[in-house]
């Protein structure tokens, strides 16, 4: 992981861990985008705070930077479901080719692993209640769970 001399990585862990509680404590994602790139910048190499990074995107209805924090995600942890999750939205936001692949792979991931299926689970939720009648992250869950 690539770190700044001045900032241990324990602190940037904390910065993420404290960026999350409060997300989840309903913070929006406005507020936290700037939060995020920052420990992108300090984490380069973090594939979960780029795929949080792409998330909070598509929750501002900013697909084009989502499709960049996605696709560097996928590139950093290619196995995340989230990360190509987040990617097969951005890019059917952004009118491109060639979603099948990273929404055959969630489905695969997510049937072989309980623990990421109720992640997904939990993130669907989340994206529904955040941004209600969202029609991509609609298609993406029907693909992703229904098969």
Same mark, same amino acid.
């Given at each position: 992981?690539?770190?700044?001399?001045?900032?241990?990585?324990?602190?940037?862990?904390?910065?993420?861990?404290?960026?999350?509680?409060? @997300? !989840? +404590?309903?913070?929006? $994602?406005?507020? /936290?985008? #700037? %939060?995020?790139?920052?420990?992108?910048?300090?984490? *380069?190499?973090?594939?979960?705070?780029?795929?949080?990074?792409?998330?909070?995107?598509?929750?501002?209805?900013?697909?084009?930077?989502? @499709? !960049? +924090?996605?696709?560097? $995600?996928?590139? /950093?942890? #290619? %196995?995340?479901?989230?990360?190509?999750?987040?990617? *097969?939205?951005?890019?059917?936001?952004?009118?491109?080719?060639?979603?099948?692949?990273?929404?055959?792979?969630?489905?695969?991931?997510?049937?072989?692993?309980?623990?990421?299926?109720?992640?997904?689970?939990?993130?669907?939720?989340?994206?529904?209640?955040?941004?209600?009648?969202?029609?991509?992250?609609?298609?993406?869950?029907?693909?992703?769970?229904?098969?």
């Amino acid at each position: 992981m690539t770190v700044e001399a001045s900032q241990p990585l324990s602190e940037i862990e904390r910065q993420f861990q404290e960026a999350i509680a409060r @997300y !989840k +404590a309903g913070a929006p $994602a406005a507020e /936290l985008i #700037p %939060e995020f790139k920052e420990i992108c910048q300090r984490a *380069a190499k973090s594939s979960a705070a780029w795929t949080c990074l792409a998330w909070l995107y598509l929750l501002e209805d900013k697909p084009q930077s989502a @499709y !960049k +924090a996605a696709q560097k $995600a996928v590139k /950093l942890n #290619p %196995e995340d479901p989230q990360a190509r999750i987040n990617l *097969a939205i951005a890019m059917l936001e952004t009118g491109q080719k060639g979603v099948r692949p990273h929404v055959e792979l969630a489905q695969t991931l997510v049937a072989a692993v309980a623990e990421l299926r109720q992640e997904v689970l939990e993130n669907f939720a989340d994206g529904h209640k955040r941004k209600p009648d969202w029609p991509s992250l609609e298609r993406v869950e029907q693909w992703v769970l229904g098969g």
